[in-house]
C-alpha cells in the first residue's frame, strides 16, 4: 500500500486541498482525446461537443493508442493528469466507422462508458444561423430512455456531459440554447434476429426571445 502524499510546497499544498471532497461539488471537466485512428467526421463532431463544454474542457491534439474498453490505465493516467472526470474518445476503424465513446470515472478508475457510432451529422457551418456558445444549456431528454439498462447509462452520462458549470443565478436572456436529447427505437431485424440499436438524436436549438419560436442550428445524430 503507497503511503498518502504530503505535501511540502504552498502550490503543492493548495493542489491536494483542491482534490479533496467538498460540500458543492465543482463543475465537471471533460476530456476530449482522439484515438489511434480518427477521420474529419470524427474530428468535426467532437470540436462541436467541444464548443457547449469549451469552459470546463480540456482537448488533447495528439492521437492516443488507447482501447479503453480492453485497457484503461492509460486512459486513466491523462485522466488525472488533466484533472478530468468526464471524456470523449473519437475512433475511427474499419470495424467500428466513425466511434465516439463517452465514459465517467470515479476516484481514478473508469466507472461506466458509452460507445456510438455517428450518422448523419451536419456542422454548425451548415446553418445559417449560430447558437451562441457561451451560455449554459437547457436540456430536454424525450423519448423512452428507461427501456433498457443501456439507454439508462447513456441518458446519465449524456446528462454529465452537457451540463456546464452550476450557478445559483441564472438571467432568463441567457436562455437562449436548448439541447434535445432523443432516443429513438429502430424496427429493423440484424443478421442474428436480434432488434438495431437505437438511435439518439443530438440537436442544439436557439431559443427566439419574440414569438416563443426555436430555430435548430446544427443536427447531430449518434
Known amino acids: 500500500m503507497s503511503e498518502p502524499r504530503i505535501a511540502t510546497t504552498q502550490r503543492g499544498k493548495r493542489a491536494l486541498k483542491a482534490k479533496e471532497s467538498q460540500i458543492f461539488e465543482n463543475a465537471k471537466n471533460t476530456l ?22 469549451r469552459s470546463c474542457s480540456t482537448k488533447l491534439q495528439r492521437r492516443n493508442d488507447i482501447s479503453p474498453f480492453n485497457d484503461s490505465e492509460s486512459l486513466e ?12 474518445l473519437g475512433n475511427h476503424q474499419k470495424k467500428r466507422p ?7 470515472t470515479f476516484n481514478g478508475r473508469v466507472l461506466d462508458m458509452c460507445e456510438y457510432r455517428l450518422t448523419g451529422f451536419q456542422p454548425s457551418e451548415f446553418f445559417e444561423r449560430k447558437a451562441p ?18 439507454l439508462v447509462t447513456s441518458k446519465s452520462i449524456l446528462s454529465d456531459l452537457l451540463r456546464n458549470q452550476t450557478h445559483d443565478q ?10 434535445t436529447v432523443t432516443v429513438v427505437a429502430s424496427k429493423r431485424t440484424l443478421d442474428n434476429g436480434e432488434l438495431e440499436p437505437p438511435t439518439i438524436y ?4 436557439i431559443v427566439e426571445s419574440k414569438g416563443g419560436c426555436m430555430c435548430p442550428y446544427s443536427c447531430s445524430t449518434l
Open 32 to 53: 476530449f482525446l482522439y484515438g489511434k485512428q480518427v477521420n474529419d467526421i470524427v474530428k468535426e463532431a467532437m470540436v462541436e461537443l467541444f464548443k457547449l463544454k
Open 77 to 88: 493516467f491523462l485522466m488525472e493528469k488533466n484533472d478530468c472526470s468526464l471524456f470523449v
Open 98 to 104: 466513425h466511434n465516439l465513446i463517452f465514459g465517467r
Open 133 to 150: 456558445m457561451n451560455l449554459k444549456p437547457m436540456i430536454a431528454f424525450k423519448g423512452d430512455f428507461d427501456s433498457t439498462p443501456e
Open 170 to 179: 441564472i438571467a432568463i436572456e441567457s436562455l437562449r440554447l436548448l439541447v
Open 202 to 205: 443530438i440537436r442544439p436549438y
